[in-house]
């Protein structure tokens, strides 16, 4: 962990990936089945490897409406515009691997809140946005997002079942604007952390194949423990690390997964 000029700074995570703990909620819906608020990332695919309990994560995607058990040692997955809800059955926890390192956290992730919510980025703000701290207001707080977000959800799954996706399009049109704005600020974290990581492989890949390994002499280990537990997040109660690439909870403002509002303000993610 130290060299002969002191400690080195830590890479990011392989591939540059994010990774918090979450706990399913276990607060019942308007539908009868406990668990988190319904969402989608915009650019980053989501895994789920699940350590304990039972539950599920139910999908909208364009090939329809899916739950996908979930039980010790299995994963699952879901690329950028699936539509997802963690369900939970019984202690669930599971370790969420999430790409792209710092996006989340910046504002990935859109709720399904319903039409008239998504269409005010002011009021989408505000229904998203938690209080700090991880006392009563913002349990109450994550639970009324939670609740608005269901209803939203509801509405689009009931339409996919009848055969039209057209609410479905028109909810991922509406989170593409939401987000629009913050392309840039996303371009430059991508820059530095998913790509900056793949590049880095890429000139690995050189100095073998030029036969100078010299890179190797920088060989280190590195630790950490969470620095965040048992946060509101969009789907549980979240155990959160600071890691390179990560954009901070408390630096987020008006976004979602962590803490983000067109992402999860003082939120938590996924």
């Known amino acids: 962990m130290v060299n002969g000029t002191g400690p080195a700074p830590a890479p990011p995570l392989p591939g540059a990936v994010g990774l918090p703990h979450l706990s399913a909620y276990d607060w019942e819906a308007a539908d009868g089945v406990c668990g988190g608020s319904p969402h989608l990332h915009l650019v980053c695919t989501e895994a789920y490897v699940v350590t304990g309990g039972r539950g599920a994560v139910q999908t909208l995607s364009p090939d329809g409406c899916r739950e996908v058990p979930l039980e010790p040692g299995r994963v699952a997955w879901f690329t950028p515009g699936t539509v997802h809800r963690m369900v939970q059955g019984g202690g669930l926890r599971v370790t969420v691997l999430m790409q792209n ?14 039409p008239e919510v998504l269409a005010d980025p002011g009021r989408y703000a505000a229904a998203a946005a938690l209080p700090p701290g991880a006392g009563p207001p913002a349990e109450a707080a994550a639970r009324r997002r939670r609740d608005l977000a269901v209803e939203g959800y509801l509405a689009l ?15 991922q049109r509406a989170a593409a604007r939401l987000v629009r704005d913050k392309v840039p600020a996303w371009r430059e974290l991508w820059r530095a952390g998913a790509l900056a990581a793949a590049e880095r492989t890429g000139a690995q890949l050189d100095a073998l194949a030029a036969g100078d390994p010299a890179y190797l002499g920088e060989a280190t280990a590195h630790a950490t423990a969470p620095t965040r537990l048992g946060g509101y997040g969009m789907c549980g109660r979240r155990d959160e690390y600071t890691l390179p690439g990560t954009t901070p909870s408390s630096a987020v403002s008006g976004a979602c997964p962590a803490d983000q509002a067109a992402g999860e303000q003082r939120s938590g993610r996924t």
């Open 101 to 114: 390192s710092g996006l989340p956290e910046a504002g990935d992730a859109v709720f399904t809140f319903p």
């Open 157 to 171: 799954r009931e339409a996919l079942v009848a055969g039209d996706d057209g609410p479905y399009r028109d909810f």
